[in-house]
Each structure stands twice: as C-alpha cells, then as structure tokens.
C-alpha cells in the first residue's frame, strides 16, 4: 500500500525523535512491501524565523492532502515572548482546527521494568493502561470572545468556555467506541458542580451512556479526577474529558510511565488526515545532543499506522519491539540508561 506522510519536525528535539521514527517507519514499510513517501515541512518557531509565520498556508494545504501527519514539537525560549504576534503554540492550534481533528487519544500504560522511574510506589501502577480521549477544538482555547481591553479603568482579560452539542456528542461517540474493545469503561470528566458547559457535558455523556447499555459510565468531577489518577490510576480505563481539562490531566498522566518520552497521541477527525506526535515538548535544554528518548514519537508512528491507515499487524509490530527493548533494559538518559536517541531506535529495528 502506498501513503503520503507530512513530517513537521518542528524545534529542539523535534526533528531528531521524527528521524527516527521514519527510520522505523522505512523498516515496516520494508518488511510489509509498503510504500511510504514523505514530505517534511517547517512549522513552529523555526517557521517563523523563515517565513514570519508559524503555520504558513503552503503547510497546511500539504498536510490536509496528505494520508496522515508527523509532528515532532513546538516551541521553546526564543518564542516565549507572550506579546509576540505569532507563537508556536498558536501554529499547533490552527493545525488542529484545519485538519478537523477533534479528538486527541493518549495511551498510558505503566511499564512494569519502568515502575521504578515513576513518582508513585509500584503497587499503585500495576494494571495502569488508560486511553484518555480529549477534546481537541473546542472550549477555552477556541471560545469567542477572547482577548484583553480596559474596563473602568481597569485591565481585563477574557476567555470563553464553549461548547456545541455536536462538539461533545463525537467525542463522546469515540470514548464508547473504544472502550468497547478495552475493560469497557468510561470515566467522563467535567467540573459540572461549577461550570453551565459542563452540565451540557455531563448531559451529553448521560444520553451517549444509555445508548450504549454494554458501558459503564463514570461522572467524575475534574479535581476529583486528578486525585485519582494518583491514588488509584488502575481504577480507570477510557477517559474523556474537554480541551483544557485533558491538556492538564495528561501531562500528569504522563508520570505514571516513568517519562513524558515514552508517550505518543494520535489527533483523529471525521475523516482526512490524522496528526501524530509524541507528548513530550521540545526540551530545548537537551536538543542537538542525541540523547533524546524517540519512543513517544516511534509509538506515534504505530498509531499512525493504526488509525490512519489500518495497518494493525503493523502496528502491532513496532509495538511489541519497542516493549522488548525496555524489557530488555535499553534505555536512554531520561530513564537512566546511556543508549543515544539512534541507539535506541537500532535496538527497535533490530526486534521488529
């Protein structure tokens, strides 16, 4: 079969973890008679250092025409002035609402050779494997009206919590979808003692839960969520929850595997091009030294492979490799070993 892929590698470590992650894509395609040809594009703040944009249009048409999209990360120091016109992060966003993708899907599994590298005790991540579902294009970071004026005298900033019925019905759609080929259970997160979006949230997820009788539907109020994916993070299975909500409850997801490093996502829509990307940010403090962990992006890859392009043997593969290897004890900096980013990503190869 025959894919295109974009490749944004984007900044810092970026272009270093996408590198590797073609290579094991190169090896599949390889194996499995596959043919894989890639685009690779700017995007981020090394975007707007050559074009004075961090999404251009050229960028954006590539990746809608495109089967699926890579991206490495954004961002960094050099951009962080939040005065600036333009910013990494907001390249990212467009990319999300052009390419319709509205729901982002984080595995987190504990790995059990990895327990030792989490913050939590090993007999609270035994049995962890949660599949978060966020909401990728709605709520605070899309609602209208936002921005900053002066009123009686005073500085304000605004920012609007949004949400459609449509929004929140997909998303949910998808949350029940999956948990049907996991333990069969969904946790839906909001803050509806507070929030009217939320009570539309809850709702909805209510309505989604008769309709699936086989499910069982959890309403979980989002700092009631946060405690628990600490005290007791086996007890979920699918999560769902809205943009901001799951941006948070991810990253402290992402302690439970020992590092950010080794976790991928997968940005789905309706239809057209899915975006893949590690969830780890751009480190800066370590790019250019090849000691990043390629894992979140190599598992982004096999996501891609998934859900884009239904390649679940595929998938699988890279999949049980990457598993092998940290059996095996390979590791990389970030999980207290001394293997390079390309060390790693050879002894992945090597077990595919």
Not at 141 to 149: E, L, S, T, V
Not at 285 to 294: K, L, S, V, Y
Request: proline share 4%; glycine share 10%; with cysteine.
């Amino acid at each position: 079969m025959n894919f295109k892929i974009t490749l944004l590698p984007g900044d810092g470590i970026g272009p270093e973890v996408v590198a590797e992650a073609v290579r094991v894509l190169d090896a599949i395609a390889s194996k499995h008679g596959h043919s894989f040809k890639f685009t690779e594009r700017l995007m981020g703040g090394c975007s707007i250092d050559k074009f004075g944009s961090s999404l251009t249009d050229e960028t954006l048409a590539d990746c809608k025409s495109a089967d699926a999209v890579l991206l490495g990360a954004v961002g960094g120091p050099k951009w962080d002035d939040p005065s600036a016109k333009d910013r990494p992060e907001r390249g990212l966003l467009a990319l999300r609402k052009g390419l319709g993708v509205f729901a982002n899907l984080r595995p987190v599994k504990a790995h059990s050779a990895l327990m030792e590298w989490s913050p939590l005790k090993p007999e609270k991540l035994k049995g962890v494997d949660i599949m978060v579902v966020r909401e990728l294009t709605g709520g605070l970071y899309f609602g209208w009206p936002k921005g900053r004026d002066v009123k009686d005298g005073r500085e304000r900033a605004v920012d609007t919590l949004e949400y459609y019925d449509y929004e929140v019905k997909r998303v949910m759609e998808l949350a029940f979808k999956l948990a049907k080929g996991r333990k069969k259970k969904v946790a839906s997160v909001d803050k509806a003692n507070v929030l009217e979006s939320s009570r539309l949230w809850r709702q909805i997820a209510a309505q989604t839960g008769k309709e699936n009788p086989g499910i069982e539907l959890e309403h979980v109020l989002v700092d009631t969520a946060s405690m628990k994916l600490i005290t007791s993070p086996a007890s979920f299975d699918v999560v769902v929850t809205e943009n901001m909500f799951g941006d948070i409850l991810t990253d402290e997801a992402s302690v439970l595997a020992g590092s950010m490093g080794m976790l991928p996502s997968a940005s789905l829509g309706e239809s057209g091009a899915g975006l893949f990307e590690p969830v780890h940010g751009s480190a800066p403090d370590i790019a250019g030294r090849g000691i990043a962990n390629p894992i979140g992006a190599i598992l982004s890859s096999a996501m891609m492979l998934r859900h884009s392009f239904k390649l679940e043997a595929e998938a699988a593969s890279i999949e049980k490799a990457v598993d092998d290897v940290i059996t095996s004890g390979a590791r990389t900096a970030d999980i207290g070993g001394k293997l390079t980013t390309r060390q790693m990503t050879d002894e992945i190869i090597k077990r595919m």
